[in-house]
């Protein structure tokens, strides 16, 4: 007699389902789950920088600056921040 997890076995409802979770498994595998890189941190002077670079730096710091932040403080606090 056959018992509820070889009626399960034999499905193929659960055939579809294993295979569907092996393939999203190989997605995730090949784009390594970064599928939007993040920008990488700009470089040079920080007076040239804009005050998306600028707050994008500081972000990458944990140094989250507020979005009412003006660009001279956002420059403040890089300067502040650089070693």
């Known amino acids: ?7 399960a076995m034999k ?3 659960a055939v579809l389902a294993f295979s569907g979770l092996v393939t999203a498994a190989l997605a995730w595998s ?11 941190d700009p470089t040079g002077n920080p007076e040239a920088w ?14 989250y600056p507020d979005s009412n ?12 921040n650089m070693r």
């Open 1 to 7: 007699m056959p018992t509820p997890l070889d009626n």
């Open 11 to 13: 499905s193929k409802n």
């Open 30 to 40: 090949f784009w390594g789950g970064d599928i939007f890189p993040s920008q990488a």
């Open 50 to 63: 804009t005050r998306e670079e600028m707050r994008r730096w500081l972000a990458a710091r944990n140094l």
């Open 69 to 80: 932040d003006t660009r001279e403080q956002l420059l403040e606090r890089v300067k502040a």
